[in-house]
């Protein structure tokens, strides 16, 4: 029997986010009434976890659906969505909701315009695109972007599927997702280099030689991130969890590892070893200066040991205004502040373009 309530939705795009969402706004008591795959592995995904949901082409799902669910890569999204809108597919009073952290619902306006009421919803998670991920989303947050008087639907779908709704402004959306992928996808490359030098210094498993560190690195920093009382303060944040040379101010050993990763870059050819390391200490250094946590003098001397040339002692004095927040900003080679690089697109499924054709996409973040 159907609750009061329930909605019709139509998944387009059976990748690793959508079948598994789809399966989860099921298990809540929304049926799936159809849903679009053009690749093997998305046909497979869809029924192991969408059993009997009918495979269509995307014009034919939105037709069906009350809720549609764009699971897009970021850089499809807009062309789907205008072309269904060229093709007059989008009908009013219809929800649609997109989960590309990129974008709010902006991207959504060509089908705003023929009355639906759109939603932009980022589940900060990875997928496997199995029934594993199912699991994770109890607890997991969404950012949920979405005119005010629609807000309480996007968040009500979110506790829904068991996740944490957290709103997050139209123009804050690209900053939001920058920092995701900066935490999330450099925290693999770091992981890759430690892990890469490690086995070069003979160690047979570099993840179990890791693991117990990086663990409790990570956990202290976002302990620290995550204020426990109600005034939000987070004192120094995640770099007052900072252990190791910097912190402790021995430019000696600084020195003595740019020197070692030095020779093993030479010896592999992996510079962005040494490269992402000189990176990150002037980062953690000009941090905890402003942090308070090290001192000017131990500051300095970090940074002319990570000096490329000659030491550049200005860059240990951070900006008026900073204080100690924390929040220094990314920084150049020689530790000056220089500007964010941009982001890249997210992967994902399939939809028409501007013409109402099709391309073979799939979401497979």
Do not use: K
């Not at 991207?107 to 939603?119: C, T, W």
């Not at 003595?256 to 002037?282: I, K, N």
């Not at 697109?345 to 501007?354: E, K, L, N, Q, Y």
Request: charged letters at 20%.
């Amino acid at each position: 029997m159907t609750r009061p309530g329930r909605l019709g939705v139509g998944v387009v795009g059976t990748g690793r986010v959508g079948a598994v969402l789809g399966n989860a706004l099921r298990g809540a008591g929304h049926p799936v009434v159809a849903a679009s795959g053009i690749s093997e592995e998305s046909r497979e995904r869809a029924e192991a976890l969408l059993p009997g949901v009918p495979l269509l082409d995307v014009q034919e799902v939105v037709r069906r659906a009350e809720l549609v669910l764009l699971t897009v890569p970021d850089d499809a999204l807009a062309d789907l969505v205008r072309g269904l809108a060229d093709l007059g597919a989008w009908q009013p009073g219809q929800i649609v909701v997109h989960t590309s952290g990129r974008f709010g619902t902006d991207v959504l306006d060509p089908a705003r315009a023929a009355g639906v009421i759109p939603l932009a919803i980022h589940p900060a998670m990875t997928f496997t695109g199995t029934s594993l991920d199912l699991a994770r989303l109890a607890g997991c947050p969404f950012a949920v972007t979405g005119p005010g008087a629609v807000l309480p639907i996007g968040q009500a779908l979110v506790v829904e599927v068991g996740g944490e709704p957290v709103v997050v402004d139209e123009a804050a959306r690209g900053l939001y997702h920058a920092a995701l992928a900066h935490g999330a996808n450099h925290l693999v490359v770091l992981v890759a280099q430690a892990a890469q030098a490690l086995a070069a210094a003979g160690v047979e498993d570099p993840g179990r030689m890791l693991g117990p560190l990086l663990e409790a690195a990570l956990d202290g920093a976002l302990r620290a991130e995550s204020p426990a009382d109600p005034s939000g303060d987070r004192g120094a944040g995640a770099i007052g969890a900072l252990t190791g040379p910097v912190r402790r101010g021995d430019d000696g050993t600084v020195r003595e590892h740019t020197a070692v990763l030095g020779r093993f870059v030479a010896a592999s050819g992996a510079v962005d070893v040494l490269d992402s390391y000189r990176t990150l200490a002037r980062g953690a250094t000009r941090r905890a200066l402003a942090a308070g946590i090290v001192s000017d003098d131990a500051a300095t001397r970090v940074l002319d040991a990570l000096a490329d040339g000659p030491a550049d002692v200005t860059s240990a004095t951070p900006p008026a205004g900073e204080g100690m927040s924390g929040d220094a900003g990314s920084l150049d080679q020689e530790g000056r502040p220089a500007g964010d690089p941009p982001a890249g697109p997210d992967d994902g499924p399939t939809g028409p373009g501007p013409t109402g054709q099709t391309r073979p996409q799939e979401d497979d973040r």
